[in-house]
């Protein structure tokens, strides 16, 4: 499978989400660079390291059949010249459960390589100060 290029930070962000969504593992994987010091750390888990352990977590989570939607608010972008780094606000919902959900902070880091932006680093975890509303219990289990 030849790989897309994304032309920009924005371009491989929204690629990102759109794989997140569909449950899609090589358009994930897509996404993120092919070195060995890529960096995902999930809401609440340890950080993984390397093309292998990225793609097992993602595996894991999709392979959970959840189906995710996610909006993404408050993005604030600082970009150089061969790195972009996105903060954001995730709200994600599980498709078929009306539950409110607890924000999640990213940290997403682009670098511009000769095959176009990659992913290096995806960094979430439970935004402060955003409980889950009172009668509501987080589900089991990582969302991501």
């Known amino acids: 499978m030849q790989r897309p290029l994304f032309t920009s930070p924005q371009d491989a962000e929204a690629a990102f989400y759109d794989a997140f969504e569909k449950a899609d593992l090589d358009a994930m994987m897509a996404v993120w660079a092919d070195e060995d010091d890529i960096v995902c750390i999930h809401p609440g888990s340890a950080r993984l390291t390397g093309v292998e352990a990225v793609r097992e977590s993602w595996r894991q989570i999709f392979g959970s059949g959840q189906r995710l939607r996610i909006r993404v608010r408050d993005l604030h972008r600082t970009q150089a010249m061969m790195v972009a780094v996105h903060s954001i606000?995730?709200?994600?919902?599980?498709?078929?459960?009306?539950?409110?959900?607890?924000?999640?902070v990213a940290t997403n880091v682009y670098q511009q390589t000769p095959r176009g932006w990659?992913?290096?680093?995806?960094?979430?975890s439970p935004a402060p100060g955003t409980p889950a509303?009172?009668?509501?219990?987080?589900?089991?289990?990582?969302?991501h």
């Open 89 to 104: 606000l995730e709200h994600l919902s599980v498709v078929g459960d009306n539950r409110p959900r607890p924000a999640v």
């Open 118 to 124: 990659r992913m290096i680093v995806h960094h979430a």
């Open 133 to 143: 509303p009172a009668g509501t219990s987080a589900p089991a289990g990582t969302l």
